[in-house]
């Protein structure tokens, strides 16, 4: 497609987030585009890049029923190296890092969006998938026990002392 713009799109656990199919649609609108789905595999060797091909197929179902030309593939489980597999100056144009919020994302804690900017030297979009906030790690709070001593059950931890 002549005068589209070629976008690698990097995601894994976000790909299929209502948030990253925000931004392509709006990107969309901006001009024509054909995004290139990388989801850098979960676990090592080719067993770990075969078991998230479901996942990167049903994400490609996805924006391809929204109207995106979209193709994809399963890279290696080093985000880094994932990139500097498929990256090729000629080929891509811009790139989308989607990731968790917060704390929650891996990738944030190495600055991926921006290690891929150093790489490929394209402008690169981060989409923070809001919708995919995991649930608090305590769930809700356990029932509070009542103790003989109250408030100063506390202070009896340490058994009888002994005279």
């Known amino acids: 497609m002549a005068g589209h713009a070629n976008i690698l799109v990097v995601a894994s656990l976000t790909a299929t987030s209502q ?3 925000a931004a392509l649609r709006e ?3 901006r001009g024509p585009i054909a995004v290139y789905l990388l989801m ?3 676990s090592p060797g080719f067993s770990g890049r075969e078991a998230l091909q479901p996942q990167l197929d049903a994400a490609l179902a996805s924006w391809r029923e929204a109207g995106l030309d979209a193709d994809g593939e399963v890279g290696d489980v080093d985000p880094i190296t994932a990139v500097h597999e498929v990256w090729d100056q000629g080929r891509f144009d811009e790139a989308i890092v989607s990731t ?3 704390s929650s994302s891996r990738w944030l ?4 969006p921006h290690r891929v900017a150093r790489i490929t030297g394209v402008s690169v979009t981060h989409v923070v998938a ?5 649930e608090p790690a ?3 709070l356990p029932p509070r026990e009542h103790a003989a001593l109250g408030p100063l059950s506390v202070l009896s931890w340490g058994g009888r002392a002994q005279r």
């Open 130 to 134: 809001m919708d995919l906030r995991p």
């Open 19 to 21: 948030d990253l199919l």
């Open 40 to 42: 850098p595999a979960q």
């Open 138 to 140: 305590h769930g809700p």
């Open 27 to 29: 990107r969309a609108a």
């Open 100 to 102: 968790l919020p917060g």
């Open 109 to 112: 804690e190495f600055d991926f």
